[in-house]
């Protein structure tokens, strides 16, 4: 079949849409339209190009083309020639594929754009609906919604209550409301006889608090600041503010994909929900300061329970990428919060009968391990390196450190990118133990000259000082990448790891300082420490023992040993050993720490003895 | 099986319907994986255009005499039904069992529970009928365009105790129900203004029922007992072991598992061999004026069918969704003829009004074919 012009005619099947039957026609492309042409009668009709519709978006490889006319034309055209399709797309291009796609997609691109407009505008003004929705909620129901998450949660758990754990919760419980707000709060704590360590704050006030939280607190102080932090959820209606957008967030995803579950609209979901939680979180966190302020609680042990967990499971901090998806803030940024608050005057959250009616509520509390010891300070010459006592030590008097602070702040005012004067000031403010302004110096010289070895190492002390372990972490591994004969960051990165319970990442480290470098003394005492911590006791003697061998005057390396060989039951060498600390002058940044525990053990040994 | 010859004598320009299929141009895997791509682009809206255009290429290669039945729904239609189901119908529900659960006493929830499940039923029922409904009124051929008359709440009432019999009956009323559905749904149906006459009756259905009920209790019984016999040998092998399966050794968790995916194999085989049956049975007492309907599905290709669509479905992440459902068009198409002919000039248009949306319900309870 020879190419058809447009003068051609085609054999096409006309439907009347008033029967089924069709007539033969003779279609011809005209100017303005399809000519169509009766066979035997010499009447004509024409079909507007632009009035057109197909059966299906016209492709131009089409076999056969079905036609009729718009909006409701009954009548259509059926054409069975190969090349027809293309030659009728070069005159109605409105047919194509591309062109029917488009006019379908309008609708879809429309909501797209309402959808990111809506969310924009919710980011950027920082309007919470889920929340104002939660607002005009009435208690009742609030209560109501609370009750069913309570009874979901407590399906099988028991409820830990004994009349004196009742009356402690209720002390404390009035106490931390009475900080909270003016207005009466409706508030009710219960515990779960639960292992989880956790605590939630339910809607209508309810707050749940688990056995296996109480049990690892270290003290009555750690237990208020977890609830004030949940009274900080209550107060700004999280729960019910949560569910409400879950709810919503499911309809509207439902809504959106008409019903067709997807992976994708499920991670959104649970993103923006994530994104959410971290506000929440860090509103309730603020709260819980001031509660436990109002109440004359200390924070310290608010603080003291995200170490604990951090302690406990440190691999939820570890990669920085998590941050993203993890509900609560980065544990450091929280504990260096809770620091970073003035001291105030505080008592105990319970007396020591409440808090011992708390602790067996759910039946004889397990022994607990002991809360670490304070262990000594990391024995580099250079630094004084943190001790995971949580308490930062307090600010030094230091004229001759203040002298340099002013003559490096001078020297900035003339040359703020004087990095020798940084570094100068930065070292001051540490022996102040002002480790806050030393990490600002440290950054920003580490800003300047980021390839500097010692740079990223001051700023690793820096932040082991502000217990920001993780991040300090990263600095000493900064110090490494660069200069990886650097004996002190290696000690403090396995001193960091020690605190950290990261055994086996530490004796990495000491092992390669006493392979390298056999002269430096701390890493065989570090390496003791962290044996003790392990339980490896013979090893950890050994450690001291070699480090005793290399500094005879090595005042903490003997009270290190001597508690040691006290774990082991072993009372005369331990007397031995604090006796030897006691006659040596206190040697490097832990030799105080070493006289009185020295002392303070000689004291309750004699005691036992007697 | 009752035949009337219809085809005696023909009126004058009758023909019989010859009905084939012509793949169209491009296929569906390309279209199939767009739609998802811009549904995707488009927060899910999209869907409905999609939908809307595969339909079309569908319908387009079902042809009756060479020339292309003609799907003429719109993505907008179905996109206002599926919203006012949303809104009117979903949200509602929702709503109302979110509340019950909290509000509710657990007894009253209970009682609450059973009405829900009972107006989903009904509703069901009515998006069958309804998406049936809207479906026949956009198709044409010709220009003439099906429809389907009647009552979708009858319907629907039917679907609904029908259904809750199922249980007391032990399964047997099942093909007595098949049958009464479909011909409900059938001898409503028009080309034009012509019904199409639907004469099945359920006794021939259980035929093949009995050995289908009999076949798969045989199989559940057999299975479980083989297994039982498995695992008790192995344990006397390791008489130390508890009767827990984890602790079988490997050779008889394999064996366990051959033996279900045997017993399910088997099973659905059986279950085709019946559906067969019914799907035969049911075109072969389908009539449209002269002509008489004959389809010849077969069991082995009604699984194959089955299964391959399944994993495509799985394995596309549901991109390929398009794909499968052309796949079950062409293999009722390719199997189905007609005896007898049709005088088409005596069949004229439709009279019926339109439905004015889509089919909202049959979406959302996901009770729609194609």
């Known amino acids: ?610 | 099986m009752s035949f009337v010859d219809v085809s005696a004598t023909p009126p004058p320009g009758a023909t019989a319907p010859h009905i084939t299929w012509v793949h169209p141009p491009g296929g569906f895997v390309g279209l199939s994986l767009l739609n998802g791509v811009l549904r995707i682009l488009t927060l899910g809206v999209y869907h409905f255009w999609g939908k809307t255009e595969v339909r079309q290429r569908i319908w387009s290669a079902v042809r009756v005499n060479g020339e292309p039945l003609e799907y003429r729904g719109t993505g907008g239609e179905l996109f206002r039904g599926f919203l006012i189901v949303f809104f009117l119908i979903l949200l509602p529900l929702g709503a109302a069992s979110f509340a019950s659960s909290l509000f509710l006493s657990p007894a009253m929830h209970g009682i609450y529970n059973l009405g829900f499940w009972a107006v989903l039923l009904l509703l069901s029922g009515i998006g069958i009928h309804r998406a049936r409904r809207y479906r026949l009124s956009r198709t044409r051929w010709r220009g003439i365009r099906g429809g389907l008359s009647g009552q979708s709440r009858g319907f629907a009432w039917t679907y609904l105790w029908t259904m809750l019999l199922v249980p007391f009956t032990l399964g047997w009323i099942v093909p007595w129900r098949t049958v009464r559905l479909q011909k409900a749904l059938m001898a409503e149906t028009r080309f034009g203004d012509k019904a199409f006459t639907f004469t099945a009756s359920a006794g021939p259905l259980y035929k093949r029922f009995w050995v289908l009920w009999l076949g798969t209790l045989l199989l559940i019984l057999g299975v479980s007992t083989a297994i039982g016999v498995l695992a008790a040998a192995s344990m006397t092998a390791q008489p130390a072991a508890a009767p827990n399966l984890g602790q079988l050794p490997p050779h008889s968790i394999a064996a366990i598992i051959a033996l279900v995916l045997g017993g399910f194999l088997a099973f659905a085989m059986l279950h085709a061999w019946y559906s067969a049956r019914v799907l035969n049975y049911f075109a072969a007492e389908t009539a449209l004026q002269g002509a008489r309907f004959m389809l010849s599905a077969t069991a082995p290709s009604l699984v194959w069918l089955a299964a391959s669509n399944y994993l495509l479905r799985i394995f596309s992440l549901g991109f390929l969704t398009a794909v499968t459902e052309a796949r079950s068009m062409r293999y009722i198409v390719d199997r189905l003829s007609c005896d007898g002919a049709i005088a088409w000039h005596e069949i004229g248009q439709n009279p019926d009004a339109l439905l004015k949306r889509g089919e909202g319900l049959a979406e959302a309870f996901n009770v729609d074919a194609f």
């Open chain 1, 1 to 610: 079949m020879s190419m058809p012009s447009s003068g051609a005619r085609f054999a096409g099947m006309l439907g009347s849409g008033t029967t089924a039957a069709a007539r033969a026609v003779s279609v011809r492309m005209a100017g303005g339209g399809l000519e169509l042409r009766m066979e035997g009668e010499p009447r004509t009709q024409v079909w507007a190009y632009e009035d057109l519709q197909s059966s299906v978006p016209l492709r131009s490889d089409a076999g056969d083309v079905l036609l009729s006319r718009k909006p409701d034309g009954v009548e259509t055209l059926f054409v069975a020639d190969p090349s027809f399709a293309s030659l009728l797309l070069a005159r109605a291009p409105a047919l194509s594929p591309a062109r029917q796609r488009w006019q379908g997609l309008k609708p879809g691109l429309a909501v797209l754009a309402a959808v990111v407009a809506i969310v924009a505008g919710l980011w950027s003004l920082d309007l919470h609906p889920a929340k104002a929705m939660a607002r005009v909620m009435p208690l009742h129901s609030r209560q109501v919604l609370g009750g069913a998450v309570v009874a979901s949660l407590a399906k099988d758990r028991k409820v830990c209550e004994t009349p004196a754990s009742r009356a402690a919760l209720d002390r404390l419980t009035k106490r931390l409301v009475g900080a909270a707000s003016d207005k009466p709060v409706p508030l009710r704590i219960t515990l779960f006889d639960w292992g989880l360590v956790n605590a939630f704050a339910v809607p209508g006030g309810q707050i749940i608090l688990t056995r296996g939280l109480v049990q690892l607190a270290g003290s009555p102080d750690e237990v208020a600041g977890v609830l004030a932090h949940e009274i900080g959820h209550t107060l700004e209606l999280h729960p019910e503010a949560g569910i409400i957008r879950l709810v919503g967030l499911s309809a509207a995803t439902q809504l959106a994909f008409a019903g067709s579950s997807g992976t994708a609209t499920n991670v959104g979901v649970l993103l923006t929900q994530l994104r959410y939680s971290r506000i929440a979180e860090r509103e309730a966190d603020a709260h819980a300061l001031r509660i436990l302020k109002g109440a004359g609680i200390s924070a310290k042990g608010f603080g003291d329970f995200f170490e604990r967990l951090e302690a406990k499971n440190p691999s939820a901090a570890t990669v920085p990428e998590i941050q993203v998806l993890s509900t609560h803030p980065v544990t450091a940024e929280r504990i260096a919060l809770v620091r970073a608050q003035p001291a105030y005057a505080a008592t105990p959250a319970l007396s020591a009968e409440d808090w011992r009616a708390l602790r067996e509520a759910c039946g004889p509390a397990p022994a607990r391990p002991q809360a670490p010891a304070t262990s000594p300070r990391t024995a580099s010459t250079q630094t004084p390196a943190p001790s995971p006592a949580p308490a930062p030590a307090p600010a030094k008097s230091d004229p001759q450190a203040d002298r340099e602070i002013a003559e490096a702040t001078k020297a900035l005012e003339t040359n703020p990118k004087d990095i020798a004067a940084l570094q100068k000031r930065a070292r001051a403010y540490a022996r102040k133990n002002q480790h806050e302004a030393a990490l600002a110096d440290y950054a920003k010289a580490v800003d300047l000259k980021p390839g500097d070895a010692t740079l990223q190492y001051g700023r690793g002390t820096a932040l082991q000082n502000l217990h920001r372990y993780e991040e300090a972490l990263g600095a000493y591994d900064a110090t490494l990448r660069l200069s990886p004969s650097h004996s002190n960051a290696r000690n403090n990165r396995g001193n960091v790891n020690r605190v950290l319970k990261r055994y086996d990442a530490a004796l990495l480290d000491f092992d390669e300082i006493i392979r390298t470098e056999p002269g430096f003394v701390h890493a065989l005492y570090n390496r003791g420490l962290v044996y003790r911590e392990m339980n490896r006791l013979e090893e950890a003697v050994r450690d001291f023992t070699a480090a005793i061998a290399q500094d005879k005057a090595y005042t903490a390396a003997y009270a290190s040993r001597g508690l040691t060989y006290e774990k082991m039951g072993n009372r005369d060498k331990a007397v031995e050993d604090y006796r030897a600390a006691l006659a040596l002058p206190a040697k490097y940044n832990n030799g105080t720490w070493a006289h009185t525990t020295a002392r303070d053990h000689l004291k309750t040994l004699a005691a036992d003895t007697l």
